[in-house]
């Protein structure tokens, strides 16, 4: 069964530090991988997505997250943290079960971002 | 275009009663995907609908349902409420609903149980 794990429930850092949100990932298939992000009282809003093309993705806001096989791993990264970065962040993978070729999504449990001036 | 649109966006509820919660996808989407999610559970996945049929659906009782009508617009119902239903529902929505594409998420609707 494809799973996902969100390393870090909650990650602190400083305003223009990097940031980094950790996630593994189990899958018996080449999976589609994402990263959403969902500010308070609002929806969830894509950052990045891999479907089997290049490793390395760029996403939306200076925000970067690359593919690794061979560790499972999917990790969000971004050189600088600004105040509005604070949000909730759920590394996702797209879950085969079910219908062919149609997938649901599965969610980690969040990583809570804060970013302290 | 306009985004996934959902309605409404705060019901309070007694235990017992039934609610019924509407979403409106992306023009041009047909695929409609619903999930809960609570503080406990996190998000999860409730169903999906494609050409309003079932397509998929979740480990959830059968007091959750849904339906999708032939403008890809979808509703889902929960009946015999209880206060674990308590939680944000989220409705996504994209082109086909295959396995690489992006779902585009609502803003949700805040169901509270008393």
């Known amino acids: 069964a494809q799973s996902v794990t969100q390393l870090d429930s909650h990650v602190s850092v400083s305003e223009g530090t990097p940031v980094l949100l950790r996630c593994n990932y189990s899958?018996?298939?080449?999976?589609?991988l994402f990263w959403y992000v969902q500010h308070p009282n609002k929806g969830l809003q894509l950052l990045l997505k891999y479907t089997s093309a290049a490793t390395l993705v760029k996403g939306i806001n200076g925000f970067e997250a690359e593919f690794k096989k061979s560790e499972t791993s999917f990790h969000l990264t971004k050189p600088s943290a600004h105040m509005s970065d604070a949000a909730e962040y759920f590394c996702?993978?797209?879950?085969?079960?079910?219908?062919?070729?149609?997938?649901?999504?599965?969610f980690g449990q969040g990583t809570t971002l804060q970013v302290k001036p | 275009k306009a985004g996934v649109t959902q309605t409404p966006r705060y019901l309070i509820k007694t235990r017992g009663q039934q609610v019924t919660l509407s979403c409106s996808p992306i023009s041009g989407h047909r695929s409609v995907s619903w999930y809960q999610q609570t503080p406990g559970q996190g998000l999860q996945f409730l169903f999906e609908y494609f050409s309003e049929t079932q397509r998929n659906k979740g480990n959830f009782p059968g007091r959750f349902s849904g339906r999708q009508f032939s403008n890809s617009r979808s509703e889902m119902n929960v009946s015999t409420l209880e206060l674990g239903d308590s939680a944000l529902y989220l409705c996504?929505?994209?082109?086909?609903?295959?396995?690489?594409?992006?779902?585009?998420f609502g803003p949700g609707t805040r169901l509270l149980v008393l």
């Open positions: 996504a929505s994209s082109l086909a609903g295959t396995l690489e594409e992006t779902q585009y």
């Open positions: 996702v993978v797209s879950d085969l079960r079910g219908s062919s070729n149609t997938g649901k999504l599965i």
């Open positions: 899958s018996s298939y080449s999976p589609s």
